[in-house]
């Protein structure tokens, strides 16, 4: 039989003892148009606990049989009464995640939540379909905890943790990783692969999710990822199996935060443990911690998000679009921020890509790298400032091979321990707009501070190029090459950042001046 009825309080209405297997049931919703409507299926032998929407129980509840919703996977949160922010989506969406069998949730209409969210499930879209997410009377954030978002996605670490010094040196660029018991560590497994720190408490070459992809014997494995920094024998390592959480998407969301501080903020995402895990068409204002904070990811996409006036920007970690902590092979494309602390931070993390990407008022630094010994990092076609290692030592002050392609900006810091950076098409420009502004030693607006270690400018033009040297890893010569400085090249000389004599430095067919005469060439 078919039953057709006007609301879900309607349909519960309907004796059980009347229905029969195989008796279908459309709901009209509120019959407002654009509400949609809803087939459910009688199972009378079904005891599923019911939740409002997917699962819908006869009045006074019988011991068996349920109203079930009809779905290919993809389910309106319409169907729990959630027609907007008056009605708090957050025992909807709870629902909705702890169905398997839902692998699409669609929010058709603006939404609140009022609970932080933590998910260990994957294979989910969340579709926002364009709607503005609020968190009005959100329940108060821990301190320091930017994990607190509204969707916090994770995967699960597991009990078996293997710690042991390196009987042998451990190569850059290597992907052969040395583990006990590797005969016996199961194929496509999972890790965390940590090593100890240095001088600085957070001061690690290594800290990744990796995953194992070939035994090579009993004690090396094979992995996806190539190491990029070398290590001692004897230093510490640490691997953690961890489950990850796999193929989550959140998209197409207007998000608007809260006024007030740490307890009252609010931001939407947070990924971690997480694989293939990709972030489209989240546009935000008014956030507090990172609009997306990741850490311990790979594979992954963020694209044509933005962020708006954050409520604070200057307590470290807060203001962010997007920080990535330990992630591999991310890329962060057509984003932009206005007012922001920072567009992009990568910390720990390498192989990743940012592309054209955009960030206005942006003095904190619209790209940046803590230092904790990122690598192998790409930016093309971006604007906004440039700051790389220069976090402090806690971290490692240390990055290495970094490519910046075709950027603008009003400043281009990196005078810490980078080694490798490679500048091409690169305009820092003085605006004026920050003029008068505490630089911290950086300089005026307008000047490239860059660490003399394997450095490769060609095509790039400042007000002038500063040149400081803190380390001496690379194997390549410092070239400065077809570029235009007004106020010159200054190699600095004295002091605990001198470019040491000896140091292989080629200045070529340089520009000085207002447009002025070609610079001498020279090698020192």
């Not at 004796?15 to 509120?30: F, S």
């Not at 409002?52 to 006074?60: I, R």
């Not at 010569?477 to 470019?499: D, M, S």
Request: aromatic share 8%; hydrophobic share 35%.
């Amino acid at each position: 039989m078919i039953h057709t009825v006007e609301t879900a309080a309607r349909l519960l209405e309907l004796p059980a003892a009347t229905l029969h297997a195989g008796d279908v049931a459309q709901v009209l919703g509120r019959l407002v148009p654009g509400d949609g409507s809803w087939l459910y299926r009688w199972d009378p032998n079904s005891t599923a606990g019911p939740n409002g929407g997917t699962v819908l129980a006869p009045a006074g509840m019988p011991a068996a049989g349920r109203w079930l919703l009809c779905h290919s996977g993809t389910v309106d949160a319409r169907c729990f009464g959630v027609f907007g922010p008056d009605v708090p989506a957050d025992d909807a969406l709870d629902a909705l995640m702890a169905d398997g069998s839902v692998t699409r949730i669609v929010f058709g209409t603006d939404v609140n939540f009022t609970r932080r969210h933590m998910f260990t499930r994957g294979h989910v879209t969340l579709d926002f379909t364009g709607h503005t997410v609020t968190a009005q009377g959100v329940e108060h954030a821990k301190h320091n905890d930017p994990f607190g978002a509204l969707f916090h996605f994770t995967g699960v670490p597991g009990d078996d943790v293997r710690t042991f010094p390196l009987a042998q040196p451990m190569r850059e660029l290597y992907d052969v990783f040395e583990v006990p018991g590797a005969g016996g560590i199961p194929l496509y497994s999972w890790w965390q692969v940590s090593v100890n720190s240095l001088a600085g408490r957070e001061e690690k070459e290594i800290d990744k999710l990796l995953c194992v992809t070939e035994r090579i014997d009993e004690s090396h494995v094979r992995v996806n990822y190539k190491m990029g920094w070398p290590l001692d024998a004897g230093r510490v390592m640490t691997w953690r199996r961890v489950e990850p959480i796999e193929r989550v998407c959140v998209q197409d969301m207007e998000f608007r935060g809260n006024e007030g501080g740490e307890e009252t903020g609010a931001q939407p995402l947070a990924f971690e443990y997480a694989v293939r895990c990709d972030v489209r068409d989240v546009r935000a204002r008014h956030t507090y911690w990172p609009v997306l904070l990741r850490r311990h990811n790979t594979e992954y996409v963020t694209e044509r998000c933005s962020l708006a006036n954050p409520i604070e920007v200057v307590v470290g970690g807060t203001g962010y679009l997007t920080q990535q902590i330990h992630c591999l092979y991310g890329k962060v494309r057509d984003c932009t921020t206005s007012n922001a602390r920072h567009l992009n931070d990568f910390t720990g993390s390498a192989y990743c890509m940012v592309e054209n990407c955009h960030g206005d008022g942006d003095f904190h630094g619209a790209y940046v790298t803590h230092g904790q010994f990122e690598h192998d990092l790409t930016y093309v076609g971006n604007s906004g400032l440039l700051s790389f290692a220069n976090s402090g030592p806690t971290w490692g002050s240390s990055a290495k091979r970094i490519t910046v392609v075709r950027h603008t900006g009003f400043w281009g810091i990196g005078f810490a321990k980078v080694s490798d950076l490679t500048l091409q098409d690169v305009a820092v420009c003085r605006t004026g707009a920050y003029d008068g502004v505490n630089t911290e030693g950086y300089g005026p607006c307008g000047t490239f501070l860059l660490n003399a270690d394997g450095l490769q400018m060609r095509g790039c033009t400042a007000e002038k190029l500063v040149l400081t040297q803190r380390s001496r890893r690379a194997k390549r010569p410092a070239i400065v090459e077809g570029c235009w400085f007004r106020g010159g090249i200054e190699v600095v000389r004295t002091g605990e950042a001198a470019v040491a004599p000896g140091t292989p430095l080629i200045l070529r067919d340089n520009l000085t001046g207002p447009g002025g005469p070609q610079q001498a060439e020279g090698t020192e």
